[in-house]
T-cell receptor, first 112, second 113 residues
Framework: QKEVEQDPGPLSVPEGAIVSLNCTYS??????FMWYRQYSRKGPELLMY????GNKEDGRFTAQVDKSSKYISLFIRDSQPSDSATYLC????????????FGDGTTLTVKP | EAQVTQNPRYLITVTGKKLTVTCSQN?????MSWYRQDPGLGLRQIYY???????DKGDVPEGYKVSRKEKRNFPLILESPSPNQTSLYFC????????????FGAGTRLSVL
């Protein structure tokens, strides 16, 4: 069983929809939680970064971490065609600097 | 401009012919990593380096070598490439104080025939 499981998708939504992207994990040592966005033919770029449980908001994006359920989510409000990309969740234990475990990614398409 | 530069972007080679993929970062980052990305398997770490001359194996190190002789460079070496190493490779770097925030290169698509 993988340490990090990500909803496989693909996901296709109309412009303006609210999108929910989700990951579950099994390693209770994970303390840092990241979401990366990867456009076609590009490398991943960091979108959201959270430490431990709670919510973090940045514009139209909200990252949510529930450590008790070992579940993280990324919400995108008012989705735009430019949000079409693959979204990767990543997690890291607090003692293992520079070593993250990634989910497989969810490909999102936002249709105009 | 802060960036991680990989070369080449695309490479087609044959089984057994040694190759090197270069990676360079201009952010003075301590940490550097190599990943491979395969459909259905996601991003898997090959090797990582915490600083010059300090490297460690990731999840899938077999068939790969790395070196970190200079802080800015972290080349990935395939001594005897095989078809199962056909993949999309990414180099990434991060700083000691925000090590989990990784900056990725644009990727190297490798095909081994």
């Amino acid at each position: 069983q993988k340490e990090v499981e990500q909803d496989p998708g693909p996901l296709s939504v109309p412009e303006g929809a609210i999108v929910s992207l989700n990951c579950t994990y099994s390693n209770s040592a994970f303390q840092y939680f990241m979401w990366y966005r990867q456009y076609s033919r590009k490398g991943p770029e960091l979108l959201m970064y959270t430490y431990s449980s709670g919510n973090k908001e940045d514009g139209r994006f909200t990252a949510q971490v529930d450590k008790s359920s070992k579940y993280i989510s990324l919400f995108i409000r008012d989705s735009q065609p430019s949000d079409s990309a693959t979204y990767l969740c990543a997690m890291s234990p607090n003692t293992n600097a520079g070593k993250s475990t990634f989910g497989d990614g969810t490909t999102l398409t936002v249709k105009p | 401009e802060a960036q991680v530069t990989q070369n080449p972007r695309y490479l087609i080679t044959v089984t057994g012919k040694k190759l090197t993929v270069t990676c360079s970062q201009n952010m003075n980052h301590e940490y550097m990593s190599w990943y491979r990305q395969d459909p259905g398997l996601g991003l898997r770490q090959i090797y990582y380096s915490m600083n010059v001359e300090v490297t460690d194996k990731g999840d899938v190190p077999e068939g790969y070598k790395v070196s970190r002789k200079e802080k800015r460079n972290f080349p990935l070496i395939l001594e005897s490439p095989s078809p199962n190493q056909t993949s999309l490779y990414f180099c990434a770097s991060s700083s000691w104080d925000r090590e989990n925030i990784q900056y990725f290169g644009a990727g190297t698509r490798l095909s081994v025939l």
